[in-house]
């Protein structure tokens, strides 16, 4: 399965169907943003994962799920800091 395709999918980006969105996928959300910034995703470019991450921080923050769209932005602050996927 693509990559894209992939990621489309877990953070639900179809506009479509109608999505209905709670605590438990904000916060499977998080957990996800946080395996592709210590590089346990599908990507090995650390530039793709911080891109996905901000990614899935926009469909947080725009579901409403602010503190974890502020959870996930501290993590991508840190990896862009070390410049490297965060152990």
Known sequence: MPYFILLSSVINL????EL???KE???S???FGIKLLKGQGCSQDIERAISD???IRWALANAGYWWQ???LDNWIN???KK???LD
Do not use: H, I, P
């Open 20 to 22: 209905s969105y709670s």
């Open 83 to 85: 410049g490297d996927f």
């Open 14 to 17: 179809s506009y479509e169907s």
């Open 69 to 71: 769209a502020k959870r």
């Open 78 to 80: 840190l990896t862009r």
């Open 53 to 55: 991450a901000v990614s």
């Open 29 to 31: 959300q998080l957990r």
């Open 25 to 27: 996928w904000a916060n």
